[in-house]
C-alpha cells in the first residue's frame, strides 16, 4: 500500500477510535471535534490518491477492483462525515470510519499490476457510471452499518441506559439510516441506469439479463422495497433487516459474481478478482 | 373518483398498496436470483449439453418444466413484472396528484411503466443480430439472434477498413534460472544480461509494423520449390507464393472469398496430385490428438468427432449456401449428439474460427474439434513435371481441365486468370517489417544480439504464437504481444435500396444510425481465423421510450430523496 493510502488508513482508524471515545464519555466535546477533523484529514488525502492515480494514468483508475475498494472506503468516509456533521449519534459513526478502514485494508488483496484500459471501458459512461455506483454503495454501506446498530440495540438492548436517552439514540440512529439510504438510492438508480445507457451503446443490449446486471437490479428492487416498507410499516427490526438483505446483495453484486456458475456467461467482468 | 365507483376505487387501491409492491419488488428479486445460480441457456455457454453435463438428465428435465433455465424469459417471470406493473399503474392512479412534492413519485413510477412498455416493444417488433464482414465485402442481410437465420436489413453495408490497435508489446529475455527481464522495446536500447553473458541492441522498432516478405533462392536440395503466381479473380487481383508440397490441414486452402484453393506441386521432388479435393466437403479436425476426419458437404451425411471422450456424432442438417452474398457467407446447420443430447453447430466456409453460438443459445461442445467448411469452387493446382514444364490443372464447374504455363502469359482458368512469373527449384523465406500507415497490432524490432562471442542479427516480431528464439543455452528470447486491444474500428459504406450511400465509421462504444438500426462494433477475429469485422446490428423501435423512461425514474428518485424533503419541511414551517 502506497504512503497516501496508508496515512488514509490511519486518518479512518484514529477518527473511528476518538469517536468511539466520544461514543463512550459523551461530555468530552474534543473527542467529537477532533475525531470529525481527521476523519476531514482522511477523506482529503484519500481523494488526493484518486485525483493523483486518474491523472497519471489518464483514464479514471476504476478499471480494477483496487482502485474501485478505495473509492468505496472514500465514499463511506464522504457519507459519514456528512452524517455525522448532521446528525450526531453513538457509534454508527465510529463505526463508519472503521469501516471505511477495513474497505482499504480488504483492497490490499487486489493490488496488482494496471492493465491498460480496454475498448469497452473507453466510454464517456465509465468514470460517471462508477462513481454514482460507489457514492451509493458508500452511503448504502452506512445504511446498513447503522441498521445493524439498531437491530443490535433494539434486540437486546445495548446501548440504551435510560428510556429517554435510548429512544433520542434510536431516533438518531433511524435518522442515520433514512438520511444515507436517501443518499444511496438515487445514485443506485442513476448508476444502474448509465449502465443500462452504456451497455447499450456497447453491447448493444441496455439489458441482457447478465448476472452482473440482474445482482444490480435485485440490488435495486431491494433498496427500493426498503424505501416502500419504511413508508407503509412502522417496525424499525424489519426496516433494519430488510436494509442488511439489500446491503448484502449490494456486496454480493460487487464482490461474489465469481461464486455463481453463470459467472463464466457474464461480460461485465473487468474487475472481478 | 365519484361515490358510484368505489367498487372500482377499492379494487385500484388494493391493486396499488404499497404493502403488495413490497412483497412483489421482494418476490422479483427473489426469483430473479434463481436465475444466476441455475446455468442460463440464453447466456453464452448454456447450451443443453452443458447443463445436462452440470445437472444430469432427471435435475435438467426438472428445471426445463419449471423454466428455470431461462427464469427472465419463463411465463412466471413476466407475470410476476405484469403483477409489479399492474401495482405501480394502480399506486399512480390511487395517488394521482399534481402537487409539487408529488412529482418525484409520478415521475418515478410513470418512468417504471414506460420502461416496462418500451421492453414489450422491443420484444414484439425488435430484432438483434450479426453481420461479418472482411474488408471489401458487403451484406444486406443480418443473422438474426432470435431465430439465427438471414433476414433482410432494408440496406446494405460494405465494411471498407477494419482497424484494430493493440497496446505496445513486451520482449522477454529469459535464463535458467537467474531470472527473466521483461522490456518494452525501444530503438536504440541496450539491454545487458550479465546472466547469459550476452548483451542485446534494439536496432529498429516498428510499431504498428507491416510484414514484408520476400522469397530468395534457397539451398537446392534442402529447401523445397515456390511458384510464383499472379492470380486476378472479379474481384482484384493478387500475387501469390505458392510452396511445393504445402498442404497442411484443408483450412490453410480456404482464400479469403472461400471459393478459391491454389496450390503447387513439383513432381521432381514430390508426387501426388490426387490430394487436391475439388467437391465441398466438411473437416473434423482434432486438435490435440491431431486426428482428421472429412465427409462430403452434402445434407444428411453423417460424421464422428474424431478422438473425442465421450463419443460424439453428427449429421448436416442444412447447406445455407444461399448465403454466398451475405453476412457470413456460405455455411452448414450442423447436428451433434452426444450422450443421447443434441444440440446445433453452425460452421462457416470463409471464417473457420468464427462460431455464433457464443451469442446465441445453441449448444456446442468439444472444443479440441474443430470444423473447418472447404468449399472451393475453382481450385488452381500447379504441377512442375518432372521435364521442368508447367501444367496448370484446374477444376471449374466439376471438370478438369490440363493447359502448359509459360511464365507471364496469362491463362484463363473459368472466372480466373492465372500467370505463372517464377519459379524457383529451392526457396526461402525472409522477412522483414516496415511502418504500416495504420495501426495493425503488430510490432516487430531487428535486434543485435552478441552471447557467448557470437553475434546474432535478426528481427522478432508479436505475430503467431509469440515464436521464441533460443539464442543459447542461457538466453531464450521471446517477442510478446501486448494482449490488450487499444481500440478497434469498422469503416463502413451504407448504401439504400435506391442507391444512395454513406460513409460512417463505427467503434466500440460509438455506434451508427441508420433506418432505425443501430450498427455496433461488437467484436472481430484474429488473423489467424481469417481476420474480419463483426458488427452487431439492432432495431429497438421502443429504445427512446426505454430512454424517457429510465431518465423519469432517475429524475423521480432525486426529486424524491433530495428535492421533496425540502418542499416538506417548508410547508411544515408555521
Keep these: ?273 | 373518483m365519484p361515490r358510484s365507483n368505489s367498487l372500482l376505487r377499492s379494487l385500484v387501491e388494493l391493486a396499488g398498496s404499497i404493502r403488495l409492491g413490497v412483497v412483489l419488488l421482494v418476490a422479483l428479486a427473489a426469483s430473479s436470483v434463481l436465475g444466476t445460480v441455475i446455468l442460463q441457456s440464453t447466456l453464452p455457454g448454456g447450451d443443453a449439453l452443458s447443463l445436462t453435463d452440470r445437472y444430469g438428465e432427471t435435475t435438467c428435465r426438472l428445471f426445463e418444466a419449471l423454466h428455470l433455465t431461462d427464469v427472465f424469459h419463463a411465463w412466471w417471470y413476466v407475470a410476476l413484472m405484469g403483477l409489479v406493473a399492474l401495482n405501480v399503474l394502480c399506486a399512480t392512479i390511487a395517488r394521482f396528484s399534481v402537487r409539487l412534492e408529488k412529482l418525484g413519485f409520478l415521475a418515478a413510477h410513470l418512468g417504471v411503466l414506460l420502461v416496462l412498455v418500451a421492453g414489450a416493444i422491443y420484444v414484439r417488433f425488435g430484432d438483434k443480430g450479426l453481420i461479418v464482414l472482411r474488408e471489401g465485402e458487403t451484406a444486406d442481410k443480418y443473422f438474426s439472434r432470435r431465430d439465427r437465420f438471414y433476414h433482410d436489413l432494408g440496406f446494405s453495408v460494405t465494411l471498407k477498413r477494419f482497424r484494430i490497435a493493440h497496446y505496445p508489446g513486451q520482449m522477454v529475455f529469459v535464463g535458467p534460472q537467474e531470472g527473466t527481464v521483461s522490456v518494452r522495446p525501444r530503438a536504440g536500447r541496450e539491454v545487458s544480461l550479465p546472466w547469459a553473458d550476452a548483451r542485446v541492441r534494439f536496432e529498429r522498432v516498428v510499431e504498428d509494423a507491416r510484414y514484408l516478405v520476400e522469397v530468395l533462392p534457397g539451398r537446392p536440395g534442402e529447401d523445397a520449390g515456390a511458384a510464383h503466381m499472379k492470380i486476378e479473380t472479379a474481384d482484384g487481383t493478387a500475387e501469390v507464393w505458392r510452396f511445393a508440397g504445402e498442404d497442411g490441414p484443408a483450412e490453410s486452402l480456404v482464400t479469403s472469398d472461400g471459393r478459391l484453393a491454389v496450390l503447387f506441386d513439383d513432381e521432381r521432388t514430390r508426387g501426388g496430385t490426387d490430394r487436391v479435393p475439388a467437391e465441398p466437403r466438411l473437416y473434423l479436425i482434432n486438435r490435440s490428438t491431431r486426428e482428421a476426419a472429412s465427409v462430403p458437404a452434402r445434407v444428411d451425411e453423417t460424421f464422428k468427432l474424431p478422438g473425442v471422450d465421450p463419443p460424439a456424432s453428427g449429421r448436416i442438417v442444412a447447406i445455407l449456401d444461399d448465403a454466398d452474398n451475405t453476412t457470413l457467407g456460405p455455411g452448414l446447420r450442423l447436428e451433434i449428439r452426444s450422450e443421447g443430447s443434441t444440440g446445433l453447430r453452425h460452421v462457416f466456409a470463409k471464417h473457420p474460427g468464427f462460431n455464433p453460438e457464443r451469442f446465441t443459445a445453441l449448444p456446442v461442445r468439444s472444443p479440441q474439434v474443430r470444423f473447418v467448411y472447404y468449399r472451393p469452387r475453382v481450385v488452381l493446382h500447379l504441377v512442375r513435371t518432372p521435364d521442368a514444364a508447367c501444367v496448370l490443372r484446374s477444376h471449374v464447374d466439376g471438370a478438369w481441365e490440363t493447359q502448359t504455363l509459360s511464365p507471364n502469359t496469362p491463362v484463363e482458368a473459368g472466372p480466373v486468370k492465372v500467370t505463372l512469373l517464377e519459379v524457383l527449384d529451392a526457396a526461402r523465406v525472409e522477412e522483414r517489417y516496415e511502418p504500416a500507415a495504420e495501426p495493425t497490432g503488430l510490432d516487430a524490432a531487428l535486434l543485435s544480439v552478441s552471447a557467448d562471442g557470437e553475434r546474432y542479427d535478426f528481427w522478432m516480431a508479436t505475430a503467431g504464437d509469440g515464436k521464441a528464439v533460443k539464442v543459447s543455452e542461457r538466453l531464450t528470447i521471446g517477442y510478446v504481444a501486448s494482449m490488450h486491444v487499444r481500440d478497434y474500428q469498422s469503416e463502413v459504406t451504407l448504401t439504400d435500396v435506391d442507391g444512395a450511400s454513406l460513409e460512417r465509421s463505427v467503434h466500440v462504444n460509438r455506434p451508427a444510425w441508420h433506418r432505425g438500426w443501430q450498427i455496433f462494433q461488437e467484436g472481430y477475429f484474429p488473423a489467424a481465423a481469417g481476420s474480419g469485422s463483426q458488427l452487431a446490428v439492432s432495431r429497438d423501435p421502443g429504445l427512446l421510450a426505454a430512454y424517457v423512461g429510465l431518465v423519469m425514474i432517475a429524475a423521480g428518485v432525486f426529486y424524491a430523496c433530495f428535492i421533496k424533503p425540502v418542499i416538506v419541511k417548508r410547508k411544515q414551517r408555521p
Design chain 1, 1 to 273: 500500500m502506497s504512503f497516501v493510502l496508508s496515512l488514509t488508513l490511519a486518518m479512518y482508524v484514529m477518527s473511528g477510535m476518538l469517536s468511539l471515545a466520544h461514543s463512550v464519555r459523551r461530555r468530552v466535546r474534543l473527542f467529537r471535534v477532533s475525531a470529525l477533523a481527521v476523519l476531514a484529514v482522511g477523506v482529503v488525502v484519500n481523494l488526493l490518491w484518486v485525483m493523483t492515480r486518474w491523472q497519471s494514468a489518464g483514464f479514471p483508475p476504476f478499471a480494477e477492483l483496487y482502485g474501485c475498494l478505495v473509492l468505496l472506503a472514500l465514499c463511506v468516509g464522504v457519507v459519514s462525515l456528512s452524517l455525522e456533521l448532521l446528525v450526531d449519534v453513538r457509534f454508527v459513526g465510529a463505526l463508519s470510519s472503521l469501516a471505511a478502514a477495513g474497505v482499504l485494508v480488504f483492497s490490499v488483496r487486489y493490488l496488482g499490476e494496471t492493465r491498460p484500459l480496454p475498448p469497452a471501458l473507453q466510454s464517456p459512461y465509465f468514470a460517471p457510471h462508477v462513481l454514482s455506483y460507489f457514492i451509493a454503495y458508500g452511503a448504502l454501506s452506512v445504511a446498513g452499518l447503522a441498521s445493524l446498530v439498531l437491530l443490535v440495540a433494539r434486540l437486546f438492548g445495548v446501548g440504551a441506559p435510560s428510556a429517554d436517552e435510548g429512544r433520542r439514540f434510536l431516533e438518531g440512529v433511524e435518522a442515520w439510516i433514512d438520511r444515507s439510504a436517501q443518499i444511496g438510492l438515487p445514485f443506485l438508480t442513476l448508476g444502474l441506469i448509465l449502465g443500462g445507457f452504456w451497455a447499450q451503446a456497447a453491447y448493444t443490449d441496455y439489458w441482457s439479463w447478465d448476472p452482473k446486471e440482474v445482482w444490480a437490479l435485485i440490488t435495486w428492487l431491494l433498496v427500493v422495497a426498503w424505501f416502500h416498507l419504511r413508508m407503509s410499516s412502522r417496525r424499525p427490526v424489519l426496516h433494519a433487516a430488510l436494509m442488511l438483505v439489500a446491503v448484502a446483495a449490494l456486496y454480493f453484486t460487487l464482490l461474489g459474481m465469481g461464486l455463481l456458475p453463470t459467472a463464466e456467461q457474464s461480460v461485465h467482468t473487468y474487475t472481478q478478482p
